[in-house]
């Protein structure tokens, strides 16, 4: 009896554990999850880019 109510309390503990799991929310359907992967590459180029260029002219304003 002793064995059947442990695992009664472990399926509980481990179920209970897991349930914030099940609470999310699933993606739409249809949904593309990689366009924001690729909208953040695309912003994080385009900060490099300004980065570099405001560097450059950083060094032709001191040359000057």
Known sequence: MKKVLTLLF?????F???MPVFAQD???AG???AAP???KKEKKAKK???SKKEKKE???DEMK
């Not at 472990?10 to 481990?14: D, E, G, R």
């Open 10 to 14: 472990t399926f509980a503990l481990a």
């Open 16 to 18: 209970s554990l897991a």
């Open 26 to 28: 699933a993606p739409a």
């Open 31 to 33: 949904q593309d999850t």
């Open 37 to 39: 992967k690729a909208e």
């Open 48 to 50: 490099a880019k300004k």
């Open 58 to 60: 950083a060094k032709t």
